[in-house]
T-cell receptor
Framework: AQKVTQAQTEISVVEKEDVTLDCVYETRDTTYYLFWYKQPPSGELVFLIRRNSFDEQNEISGRYSWNFQKSTSSFNFTITASQVVDSAVYFCALSLYNQGGKLIFGQGTELSVKP | DTAVSQTPKYLVTQMGNDKSIKCEQNLGHDTMYWYKQDSKKFLKIMFSYNNKELIINETVPNRFSPKSPDKAHLNLHINSLELGDSAVYFC?????????????FGPGTRLTVL
């Protein structure tokens, strides 16, 4: 069975700190896709990144970076120099090839960035 | 222009009533979805449709009936509402359903059953 675990339920940091959100996934499939979404207090779900299982290159986008390691089945998300606007719930999700597009979400990590 | 829109944003109703939530996407996508987010923020897929055809029905009670009149619309009708149906319902769309395609979500509909 497929599963996504975000063990950190809540994280609180002070502005300008770096913070890493952990994501561990389980699947026996060799072709799969990993996603991160952000849910700010306003409630919408905002797409951040997609990574496929054949691409283990890390990615950086501004203050955001992602570390994908198949050896540990992890897809961690780091925010550098956090800002108050980063306060949100962050979801990691997994989808498999040819499974109707179903996204399997982790439980989410609520990040609170204090000024 | 809103890519994925849902109406209404809030829905408050009594137990036993029937209600509908509408979803429209203007992205030209072929696949649409309904997800439910419970009070603990856990997100779970309910249905997916591809070109108006039901692809996923994730063991949802048959009081929930999705309807897709065309590939840009996917509505959700709920009969005989129960307290446990209270949640936020998200519509989403993607180009295809192979798993590789990014899903874009609507703003959500917060349903409260009293």
């Amino acid at each position: 069975a497929q599963k996504v675990t975000q063990a950190q339920t809540e994280i609180s940091v002070v502005e300008k700190e770096d913070v890493t959100l952990d994501c561990v996934y389980e699947t026996r499939d060799t072709t799969y896709y990993l996603f991160w979404y952000k849910q700010p207090p306003s409630g919408e779900l905002v797409f951040l990144i997609r990574r496929n299982s054949f691409d283990e290159q890390n990615e950086i986008s501004g203050r955001y970076s992602w570390n994908f390691q198949k050896s540990t089945s992890s897809f961690n998300f780091t925010i550098t120099a956090s800002q108050v606007v980063d306060s949100a719930v962050y979801f990691c999700a997994l989808s498999l090839y040819n499974q109707g597009g179903k996204l399997i979400f982790g439980q989410g990590t609520e990040l609170s960035v204090k000024p | 222009d809103t890519a994925v829109s849902q109406t209404p944003k809030y829905l408050v109703t009594q137990m036993g009533n029937d209600k509908s939530i509408k979803c429209e996407q203007n992205l030209g996508h072929d696949t649409m979805y309904w997800y439910k987010q419970d009070s603990k923020k856990f997100l779970k897929i309910m249905f997916s449709y591809n070109n108006k055809e039901l692809i996923i029905n994730e063991t949802v009670p048959n009081r929930f009936s999705p309807k897709s009149p065309d590939k840009a619309h996917l509505n959700l009708h709920i009969n005989s509402l129960e307290l446990g149906d209270s949640a936020v319902y998200f519509c989403a769309s993607s180009q295809g359903l192979q798993g590789t395609d990014t899903q874009y979500f609507g703003p959500g509909t917060r349903l409260t059953v009293l």
